[in-house]
């Protein structure tokens, strides 16, 4: 290796020359690009086979960052060379690393200190308000507020939404930089047509419009404007013509710094006010004047391991990628810039999520024996035989209890998969050992529900259980609030794996996979306004079968600002109207707990035929004689919603339906939630597909419980960087618990940077 080290201070060299006296020299040395990628063609040759997944990668950065230097400013010069003397800095530590086979030497004390120092004003560099960059000012800084732009960290993480290729030849699809030589409608028979006769001093070529503003287009395209056209080009009689072209009128630097022209351009989402070529320009700017400030601590190892880029050398390839650059994979996001920008997401915040259940796993818990004697006396009072994935998720949470630490773990499963049950059989246990158990409910009809199937459960078998809600005196909540200590977490919403692991990251996930035997899936319909009628015929059946009815409605009373049927008005022409021979309950939130239930004790007790509700009845409630489920604007609610008041019937054996009545003149997202609806009853799939439409924010709230935003990162399009990063990060603390090493120091400085506090809210049980 000693060789190829030599040959990389020969790259080094003219890179240090040109650096020097604050690149005085700079000026002096012509088509050093040219030359560059020349040595590093050759050096990536000779590298020994043996080191080639070491050392290849990092050469091929510096080969993209030479292939387009010679094209670029004495800004864009500068850039490329700091770059470029980084990564071979890393290659000299890397050679070390490589002939010694062991670690380099362990930082000192002040040099950790100089680093945690250069992080802090990296931070404080990035937190500079984006008013104060070249070109910006108050104003413009307000347009950029819109896009919640506030600080040039916040403008760097500002991505384009995708890319342009304006190099001069892509297939059909054509750019060239032109002058107006000449500026005239013509007339074709009746139609009027803009003809604008440009040059690019090899040949002339005609640029039309058939439509859209002609005195617009008239007034900028005068004669001597020098623009960008990009389009297909076609032939004809009269010579090469372009029909209704992406076009850009150049300023007089726009030949200095080619942002908008003989490259991969980036496309940012716009606001008003704020258009392309004044985003790039901007960009441009604060990357060559911040972008050195953008700090990742990630160890090198790590990097090296994942064959990742210097995230310096990705934020500024993913603004504005290299010549050489295949454009596909940054519109996909799929770019190997993307993917650094996208790991240090995921690793940062995996590495919080690991540091956080450390933490716990270092707090002393409760070691619970398993005498299972009551338990088995409680497997014998039920009339069925528990599922297999019951079985092994019961043997998952006893596994936890048995330990000395505390126990954080997620229950997951299906509407009707039966997490009730394994709830109990995990607080059966615990009452074994003399303990008490608290199952938390989110409403006081929900909690009645679980208080009316746990004392079936329990009494045969010698608990007693109580009921605790909100509405009791205040002494007595108290007294009894003292007593509670909390279990597990369970949620009856099939998160996705993908969510669950990133969302709940630092929590143990068991799945129940299962559905009980001879539980028949709901069928569901999707019916629009003109078949009301035969939604009231399949009412009709199913009460005439002594079956129950609920009728969902999204709200409570009529609203002046939506055209939407509400419960309140419809319960009464339902009861008056229409089923007039049987009775029609009515529950919605905002109903006293009294009274809301009476209504529901009605209903399961089928003294009411059919109930009108909000989602007040989503989560938990079980009557087993309703067979049918009518959600009135079906549109108005999310997959998982939809799943979840599909889920109230069905709970026995009764063949079950939901018929969803919707508007037809809906949105395409919402079309597609229905008719998946329709396709499939698996809730897990339902969810991935709610989570690809509506996003991971809305999906669970994320942003309202203090969880950190991803800026870059897609929980979906980027799973595979998410296994790999939560890998990572949970085998650095599984060596370091609490990031306590020296090495760790800084790392440690940046993750509490970027977690701002918010380590204890995202903390659940």
């Not at 002594?546 to 969902?552: M, P």
Request: glycine share 6%; hydrophobic share 40%.
């Amino acid at each position: 290796m000693e060789s190829f080290r030599k040959n990389l201070q020969k790259i080094e060299q003219p890179l240090l020359f040109a650096v020097r006296d604050d690149f005085k020299n700079l000026s002096h040395i012509k088509n050093l690009g040219k030359a560059m990628t020349g040595i590093i063609a050759l050096q990536i040759d000779a590298i020994p086979p043996v080191a080639q997944n070491r050392f290849e990668p990092p050469l091929g950065n510096l080969l993209t960052i030479f292939s387009d230097y010679d094209a670029q400013d004495s800004a864009g010069k500068k850039t490329k060379i700091i770059e470029a003397v980084k990564i071979l800095e890393r290659l000299m530590d890397a050679i070390d690393v490589f002939d010694s086979h062991k670690p380099l030497s362990p930082l000192r004390e002040e040099q950790i200190n100089e680093r945690i120092s250069d992080l802090k004003t990296s931070a404080e560099k990035l937190s500079v308000p984006v008013q104060y960059l070249k070109g910006v000012g108050p104003k413009m800084a307000a347009r950029f507020q819109a896009k919640k732009i506030s600080t040039i960290e916040d403008l760097l993480y500002f991505l384009p939404r995708t890319y342009d290729d304006r190099k001069l030849e892509t297939g059909r699809i054509q750019t060239i930089i032109a002058v107006v030589v000449l500026s005239e409608f013509r007339y074709y028979g009746r139609k009027r047509i803009l003809e604008v006769t440009v040059s690019d001093n090899t040949a002339n070529l005609t640029v039309k419009w058939f439509k859209g503003r002609m005195s617009y287009l008239t007034g900028i395209f005068k004669k001597g404007v020098r623009a960008i056209f990009t389009g297909p080009v076609t032939p004809n009689y009269a010579g090469k013509t372009m029909i209704h072209p992406e076009y850009e009128i150049l300023e007089e630097d726009d030949d200095e710094n080619l942002l908008n022209f003989k490259r991969i351009v980036p496309v940012y989402s716009e606001t008003e006010g704020l258009h392309q070529k004044y985003i790039r320009k901007v960009m441009y700017g604060a990357l060559d004047q911040y972008s050195r400030y953008i700090a990742s601590p990630i160890p090198a190892e790590i990097c090296r391991k994942r064959n990742l880029l210097n995230i310096h050398e990705a934020m500024l390839t993913v603004h504005f990628p290299g010549h050489d650059e295949q454009i596909q994979p940054f519109i996909d996001a799929r770019s190997e810039a993307h993917r650094r920008l996208i790991y240090d997401e995921f690793f940062f915040f995996q590495l919080g999520m690991a540091v956080k259940k450390s933490g716990r796993i270092l707090d002393k818990g409760i070691s619970f024996h398993l005498e299972g004697r009551l338990l088995d006396r409680f497997y014998a009072s039920l009339h069925f035989t528990l599922t297999a994935a019951q079985q092994r998720v019961i043997a998952e949470i006893q596994k936890d209890l048995q330990s000395s630490t505390s126990m954080n773990r997620l229950l997951q499963g299906d509407v009707g998969s039966g997490k009730t049950l394994v709830a109990m059989a995990a607080m059966i246990t615990v009452c074994e050992n003399a303990c008490q158990v608290a199952l938390m409910a989110p409403t006081e009809i929900l909690a009645r529900q679980h208080y009316i199937t746990l004392s079936a459960w329990a009494e045969p078998i010698g608990l007693r259980v109580v009921l605790l809600t909100g509405s009791m005196a205040n002494a007595a909540r108290n007294e009894i609030l003292a007593k509670i200590a909390s279990v597990l977490v369970m949620t009856a919403t099939p998160i996705p794996r993908t969510l669950a692991m990133t969302v709940y990251g630092d929590l143990d996930v068991s799945v129940i996979d299962e559905m009980p035997p001879g539980k028949k899936p709901v069928r569901t319909i999707l019916m629009g306004e003109s078949r009301r009628t035969a939604v009231y015929d399949a009412i009709r059946k199913e009460i005439a079968k002594g079956h129950q009815v609920f009728i969902v409605y999204p709200l409570v009373e009529q609203s002046e600002n939506l055209d939407l049927k509400d419960a309140t008005k419809m319960a009464d022409h339902l009861q008056k109207d229409i089923f007039t021979d049987c009775r029609v309950g009515l529950m919605h939130g905002r109903m006293k707990d009294l009274e809301k239930e009476s209504v529901m004790k009605d209903f399961q007790e089928n003294k009411t035929a059919i109930l009108v509700a909000t989602t007040v009845i989503e989560v938990g409630i079980d009557v087993p004689h309703a067979s049918l489920m009518v959600i009135e604007h079906a549109e108005r609610f999310g997959l998982s919603q939809l799943h979840q008041l599909r889920g109230r019937v069905g709970r026995r054996d009764i063949p079950s339906t939901c018929i969803l009545l919707a508007d037809y003149k809906v949105s395409a997202d919402a079309r597609k939630r229905l008719k998946i609806m329709e396709k499939t009853t698996d809730g897990f799939a339902l969810a991935e597909e709610d989570l690809v439409i509506r996003g991971p924010g809305d999906f669970l709230g994320t942003r309202q419980s203090g969880l950190p935003d991803f800026r870059i990162a897609s929980i979906i399009r980027d799973a595979r960087i998410l296994n790999d990063a939560k890998e990572d990060a949970f085998a650095l603390v599984a060596r370091d618990p609490l990031l306590e090493k020296p090495e760790h120091a800084i790392l440690k400085q940046s993750l509490i940077a970027k977690w701002q506090g918010k380590l204890d809210l995202a903390r659940t049980g």
